[in-house]
């Protein structure tokens, strides 16, 4: 199994909190790798290590071979959480930033996925409903050619028809097998489909990991199983 | 193009200090024009006082200037802090290049609009000056103050990098785990400005001294840019 993402012991704290506890993982590459958990279990935290956003205080992390770090993220593309879009770009201006800026960036993908997401490219991004933002941020990611792409909470606060323009957006990315997509998301019961292996985290642990279809046969649907890893369970 | 050329043209490009939040309003541009107007009246109004009181310090109209010093400051903070506020911190520190290219193209894109910003209040300045002196028959001495507004200009934009340093290393440790000494060094950082201010204004330099006073601020402005870096890549808190 190739791995895109060796995690040996990991910790980080920010001052008195805990976000990640002795975290050892391998992330298998070329799959839809869902990262699961309740608010606060240390998802986002793992996503920024794996960006070098942050740095762990002990153990070893490995991103496409390399340390995490500004250096490695031409391979990586990373919608961060709660993040929003500048404010004063049309949607061709995202496209031409993404150009100059990002790595890897299709501009005739990112055109593509803009007409078939519905969203005007004339458009100002201050002028955008939060579904629309969302959508042109996950273009931003998913018309760059990189062996990576992170998703931090891709479809928090989007309406119904947005979170399924996304989701149908990630099956049709996922059907081209090109790249590896971990996606930490909380609408597990949409996105369960897409998800190849699944890794629960709680209060800073990996919990419970492995391929979707193994842990759906042993322990029932992805929801059942964060409910009860939510509510203290291991699910082992 | 280079990156740090790119970095400086998109951040250039961009317009938007602070975006709106969700149920908050923006001021209409009528209101802005009438609070234009107004402020242009009140100024006309003070330089025909001054005018016809005829006792007018015009170079001491310049000095004002040091005061803009601390907007430098604040404003290259602000560019900082944006990327915080408007949640778009993630995709700028997650960008591929590194933190001293990110800060240095947000330092040179202060820079510049700091001195368009400060071209622009030379000539406004300059016409204010020109009125009262004309109310005050003192045309002859026109060409005198634009010289010595143009030399006090050039000296304190040449201080500017120091307090464009200093305001982006402020709003880093402000984001950073050392968030408790932002006051204290905010507290410092305008002390140390009030006494350039005050070195310039009352001590009697000469040009030498001026020269290797703003040469030392230049190699200042390296090592805080360099420590803002550091701070940003080892210890931001996200």
């Known amino acids: 199994m190739d791995v895109v993402v060796r995690c040996q012991d990991v910790k980080k704290t920010f001052g008195t909190r805990t976000a990640l506890q002795d975290i050892t993982v391998k992330i298998p590459s070329h799959q839809v790798v869902g990262i699961l958990g309740p608010n606060g279990s240390g998802k986002s935290s793992l996503f920024r290590l794996i960006l070098g956003l942050n740095q762990p205080d002990s153990g070893e992390i490995s991103v496409l071979g390399r340390k995490p770090g500004w250096n490695n993220n031409h391979q990586i593309a990373y919608l961060p959480d709660r993040a929003r879009w500048y404010g004063d770009h049309t949607v061709e201006g995202a496209f031409q930033w993404g150009m100059d800026l990002l790595p890897g960036f299709d501009a005739s993908k990112a055109n593509e996925l803009a007409d078939w997401m519905e969203i005007d490219k004339k458009m100002r991004v201050d002028g955008m409903s939060k579904g629309q933002e969302a959508r042109l941020m996950l273009i931003m990611c998913l018309a760059r050619n990189v062996p990576l792409i992170v998703l931090d909470e891709p479809f928090t606060g989007i309406d119904t028809p947005s979170r399924e323009r996304i989701i149908d957006a990630l099956i049709d990315r996922v059907t081209e097998r090109e790249q590896t997509i971990l996606i930490s998301t909380h609408e597990i019961y949409e996105a369960e489909g897409l998800f190849d292996s699944v890794f629960f985290m709680n209060e800073g642990r990996v919990e419970l990991s492995g391929p979707a279809e193994e842990l759906r046969a042993k322990h029932g649907s992805m929801v059942e199983l964060v409910g009860k890893m939510s509510h203290g369970g291991r699910g082992r | ?238």
């Open chain 2, 1 to 238: 193009m280079t990156t740090l050329r790119l970095l400086i043209k998109n951040e250039l490009r961009s317009k938007t200090r602070h975006r709106e939040r969700s149920g908050s309003t923006s001021m209409p541009k009528k209101w802005i024009t009438i609070y234009g107007a107004l402020a242009l009246v009140i100024v006309a109004g003070i330089a025909t006082y001054l005018g016809i009181q005829g006792e007018t310090k015009f170079k001491e109209i310049w000095y004002f200037n040091w005061g803009m010093l601390f907007w430098a400051t604040a404003r290259a903070g602000k560019s900082v802090q944006k990327e915080w506020d408007n949640e778009t911190a993630g995709w700028w520190l997650s960008l591929p290049y590194s933190r001293g290219t990110l800060l240095t193209a947000k330092f040179f894109v202060n820079l510049i609009r700091w001195v368009k910003t400060s071209a622009v209040i030379y000539i406004a300045l300059f016409i204010f000056i020109l009125y009262v002196m004309a109310l005050e028959g003192k045309g002859s001495e026109i060409f005198d103050v634009l010289v010595k507004g143009g030399q006090w200009y050039v000296l304190f934009i040449s201080l500017s990098p120091f307090a464009i340093g200093v305001g982006i290393l402020n709003w880093v440790i402000r984001k950073s785990m050392f968030r408790p000494m932002f006051p204290l060094l905010w507290i410092l950082s305008l002390i140390v400005i009030n006494i350039l201010a005050w070195l310039f204004l009352t001590a009697s330099l000469t040009g030498g001294e001026m020269l290797g006073i703003i040469a030392v601020s230049w190699i200042v402005t390296l090592g805080v840019v360099r420590l803002a870096t550091h701070i940003l890549d080892q210890h931001a808190v996200l």
